[in-house]
Nanobody, 115 residues
């Protein structure tokens, strides 16, 4: 069975940092593009960062220079390092894996940025 399990969310002050981790199982991880999405209160889900099977990365403009996505194909993990966090980063963050018609999702982890 396919599983993506996120961890690392929590409450942090503006300007702080968090590192989200996602552990994958049940599929051939190294072939998949992996990403982090988020859904903020009252907003649609958006793609935050993506890393291809070859290591190419994409970031939504609002997080460029602050967030960094990485993957480890041995551990079958994808991480999102989030620095200089802002209140508008508050959201549930979801791990995602895509290959062709396959589109897998984790359960989400809450990130709250507040004073």
């Amino acid at each position: 069975q396919v599983q993506l399990v996120e961890s690392g969310g929590g409450l942090v002050q503006p300007g702080g940092s968090l590192r989200l981790s996602c552990v994958a199982s049940g599929f051939v991880f190294r072939f998949y593009a992996m990403g982090w999405y988020r859904r903020a209160p009252g907003a649609q889900r958006e793609l935050v960062a993506r890393i291809s099977n070859g290591g190419s990365t994409y970031y939504v403009e609002s997080v460029k220079g602050r967030f960094s996505i990485s993957r480890d194909n041995v551990k079958k993990t994808v991480d999102l390092q989030m620095n200089t966090l802002k209140p508008e980063d508050t959201a549930v963050y979801y791990c995602n894996g895509v290959l062709g018609a396959n589109d897998y999702w984790g359960q989400g982890t809450q990130v709250t940025v507040s004073s």
